[in-house]
């Protein structure tokens, strides 16, 4: 494994795979994918030095639509994959692509664990507060009283997961939110999470304009955050939980130990024999 | 027909105790004195499910042949206390022939221990042990129990030295102190010692340990894992040495992580395993599905215990085969291998580890608690598992060079295609759960899932595993098939067989899937009676032989659930009263 190569001469478009995304027409996930592949080419990684990895579900798809190595794996479990990939090869780029409901409802406990491991990985989710690939279904952040879902008639009756709330009590040391209505903004803040050293939380709000057309207003109620990023976990804390869900931009960025295994070898296996020897 | 004639020198014993009376502790320290005087050896534990306190036994055997179960019943019951003893005395089987020795001191035996018929001798441990300062039973009794089996008082020594090697200088001292005190004080001039040293130095090796060596060397360099008994303690033994060697073990939140994390590692290119134990087997199906559907080689290591649910924990079974076979969703075909001994559990991990690695899919080893948590003095293990007919590495077909038509899952005669690696420029793709095309995009089409299935199939199925399939060992009309760690009371069944005239043949399974039915068909031949020996309830190898037509229809099963070890002696039973209705 040699060193990263730069690549200096690739656009953003030279990230792009040939596989046509299966999303529909509108969708907010193909503003994410433009975004990761301005952040790839504004950061001249080497295409082969980056791997995408995914669960399941619309925005989990990501993954083949962008010309690096790729892993799609199964519901809810991205992190992990994308845990294993990154402590085994500390040498790449590894960026986790996933949805509200494959993030923190079936992901919710390795969500919590990747917070507080802290490996070097950027974690987007695509926030659009429904299950869209099983069509239509209520997520963790969909409102309670969202009662459009055969599943639940009168709605969830919870209260939603507040995704950078959690982060911040996990332990992530990245946490930002962009929109996909806001495509500069989001490449912006990509770039900021890629290049930060450790795990980056960025949750994207990208309407799903099937199952919650309602969304469409999404561009008229987000807005810039009046806070500047703070390294405060309390300070955060307190503009998360005042916040409408809506601020946009870094919130808390903090350095904090990175989890990664560094070890060289120094024995052989027949080294470890000899202390069953008699 | 007892086992006491199958030995030619050693003898069979248990050290019972309530927690803290050091009972494992001895017979740790026997264990490694016996290696030492140059015997084979095999400490087996049993303990309940407290985690401080409550009963503890140490169970060994030892003898001038390796020793691969611990037979029928015991010669020696050295009983350091009799608290709590009811609770496993179906574990300690005793005959007129035993031995109970007991401290003078100690409260009456257990009349559930005295209905054997067995000898009673009272002993002064106590009195020895109060007579050193901080005298400690369980040594004295160690070193007068040494000295009755004819062991060398250098050799308890030795023992004790390895054992209580974490141990202050202090400690050590009044210990060596105790067990020359009871060595002294025995009677030891009947017994002769017969063993002699060998050539080669043997090992003193815990199953599970055995398979985290099998695993370190079949390349395994990354592991995660979630800590559950009986398998934590591969993962104990892997952690420092996986540093040492370059590589790391994450411990991860849950089983499901567990999975996907190695499933990340090996996609980055690094050997990777996880150990387990059913519940944690259960929680994994999804993710090695994954690894079958996007190629990418695991290694699972099971350490079984009673089942199901959280079952018994602590003790023995082999009843994780069904999930370990036909656990995955879809057609998922995958390696499931079951290591055989200790010594086994070296080359049947490190030769799966090639295997997935080879054919890039999902290996699971069936280990136990009785293989897992036992140690033995044993031969070390050859330089290549199996080697006769396998090629001599086993290893990942990667991508070497930069190819712009490079198609991950493209179909190759074999069935296995090349691994490009993240950082090859020219061989990205994405590895998809999902079924794909050749080159990894996602596809519903019935011809693109009709040909990756067919590919996954076709190179496990085609592939040459050469004799590593199984262990057979004798000769005889008779047949005792079987698989896993039920092979130790196995082979001795068969031996003990065919020294009372019974010719009888023994067939262990090690590759368990894809079934070897042709050769299995070939082996068991015309064999006139045939018994299939598992310890679980259901019979799950005999359903599995017959639902693969590799089974003649006159075999029979011979199964039973943990937790009590199978023994030789109801194996022979079970064979010879068939033997006996087909002479009438």
């Known amino acids: ?278 | 027909m007892t086992e006491r004639s199958t030995l030619a020198g050693g003898a069979t014993l248990a050290i019972t105790g309530s927690g803290g009376s050091g009972a494992v502790t001895a017979g740790l320290i026997l264990l490694a004195a016996v290696g030492r005087a140059g015997y084979y050896g095999l400490l087996g534990r049993s303990a309940g499910p407290q985690i401080r306190g409550g009963e503890s036994a140490a169970m060994l055997r030892f003898g001038t042949q390796p020793i691969e179960c611990m037979g029928d019943c015991f010669d020696l019951l050295v009983g350091l206390d009799w608290e709590n003893v009811a609770r496993f005395a179906d574990e300690l089987p005793l005959d007129r022939n035993s031995l109970i020795l007991t401290d003078a001191q100690a409260e009456p035996i257990p009349e559930i221990l005295l209905r054997s018929g067995a000898q009673v001798r009272s002993l002064p441990w106590k009195a020895l042990a109060d007579a050193q300062t901080e005298g400690r039973v369980n040594m004295v009794a160690l070193g007068m129990v040494g000295a009755m089996l004819g062991l060398p008082l250098d050799a308890l020594e030795a023992g004790a030295r390895a054992t209580l090697g974490g141990k202050s200088a202090r400690v050590l001292s009044h210990s060596l102190d105790c067990v020359r005190s009871g060595y002294a004080a025995a009677d030891a001039s009947s017994v002769p010692s017969s063993a002699s040293a060998p050539a080669v130095a043997r090992w003193n090796i815990s199953g599970n340990e055995a398979a985290g060596l099998g695993a370190v060397r079949g390349g395994v360099r990354f592991v995660a894992a979630y800590p559950i008994t009986p398998a934590s303690e591969v993962l104990e033994w892997l952690a420092p040495r996986l540093e040492l060697l370059g590589g790391s073990l994450l411990q991860a939140e849950d089983e499901l992580a567990s999975i996907n994390m190695i499933i990340g590692s090996s996609f980055g290119g690094v050997p990777s395993l996880t150990a387990t134990s059913g519940p944690g087997l259960s929680l994994m199906v999804e993710g090695l599905g994954l690894a079958v559907a996007s190629e990418t080689p695991v290694v699972v290591v099971n350490v079984q215990r009673g089942g199901p649910s959280t079952g018994i924990p602590t003790k023995s079974e082999q009843s994780d085969l069904n999930i370990a076979l036909h656990g995955l969703h879809g057609d998922a075909p995958h390696l499931v291998l079951a290591a055989l001994g200790i010594r086994d559990c070296v080359d049947t991990v490190e030769w799966a580890v090639g295997l997935a690695e080879h054919l890039q899919t999902v290996a699971i080893v069936l280990s136990d608690q009785m293989l897992g948590q036992s140690r033995a003095i044993i031969d070390p293990p050859g330089d290549r598992p199996f080697g006769a007919g396998q090629r001599p590495h086993l290893q990942r077909l990667i991508a070497q060079e930069a190819d712009p038509d490079h198609r991950r899952y493209r179909p190759t005669p074999d069935g296995v295609s090349p691994m490009a690696l993240p950082g090859l420029a020219g061989g990205m793709y994405t590895g998809e759960g999902l079924e794909h095309g050749p080159g990894g995009a996602p596809s519903s089409r019935a011809i693109d899932h009709a040909e990756q299935l067919e590919k996954r199939l076709r190179k496990l199925t085609g592939f040459d595993y050469g004799p590593g399939w199984a262990e057979i060992r004798g000769e005889g009309d008779h047949l005792l098939l079987t698989w896993g760690s039920s092979a130790g009371p196995v082979f001795e069944a068969a031996q003990r067989l065919r020294d009372a005239g019974i010719p009888t043949r023994a067939i262990a399974l090690r590759l368990l899937a894809p079934l070897q039915r042709e050769a299995l068909l070939e082996a068991i031949g015309s064999a006139g009676s045939i018994l299939v020996v598992e310890q679980n309830q259901t019979a799950q190898c005999f359903a599995y032989l017959h639902s693969q037509r590799a089974l003649p229809t006159h075999a029979r099963s011979f199964a039973r659930p943990g937790p009590l070890p199978l023994r030789p002696a109801e194996i022979m039973r079970a064979l010879t009263e068939r033997h006996e209705r087909q002479e009438t």
């Open chain 1, 1 to 278: 494994m040699d060193v990263a190569g730069i690549t200096p001469t690739l656009r953003a478009k030279d990230y792009k795979s040939d596989v046509a995304p299966v999303w529909c027409p509108g969708c907010g996930h193909f503003a994410v994918l433009s975004a990761v592949t301005k952040a790839l080419a504004h950061l001249k990684l080497a295409k082969e030095r980056v791997a995408m990895i995914s669960g399941i579900g619309c925005s989990s798809r990501l993954p083949a639509y962008v010309d690096a190595y790729g892993f799609h794996g199964i519901h809810g479990r991205a992190l992990p994959i994308a845990s294993g990939l990154k402590a085994a090869r500390p040498d790449l780029t590894v960026i986790v692509a996933g949805g509200d409901g494959d993030g923190f409802s079936i992901g919710g406990n390795h969500f919590l664990h990747a917070c507080r491991r802290n490996m070097d990985l950027t974690y987007i989710v695509m926030d659009n507060e429904v299950y869209g690939m099983t069509k239509g279904q209520a997520s963790p952040t969909t409102q309670p009283d969202w009662a459009k879902s055969k599943l639940t008639p009168h709605g969830t009756g919870m209260r939603p997961f507040l995704p950078t709330a959690i982060a911040l009590a996990a332990g992530a040391s990245f946490i930002a939110r962009g929109f996909a209505g806001d495509p500069n903004g989001l490449t912006k803040l990509l770039v900021e999470a890629i290049e930060h050293p450790g795990f980056a939380f960025l949750q994207v709000l990208s309407p799903c304009q099937t199952f919650r057309p309602e969304q469409k207003e999404w561009k008229h109620l987000v807005h810039p955050s009046d806070m500047a990023p703070t390294d405060d976990p309390v300070e955060a804390a307190r503009f998360i939980q005042a916040d409408d869900g809506m601020a946009l931009g870094l919130l808390y960025v903090r350095r904090l130990p990175v989890w990664q295994p560094q070890n060289q070898a120094t024995a052989t296996t027949a080294d470890l024999e000899r202390e069953f020897a008699l």
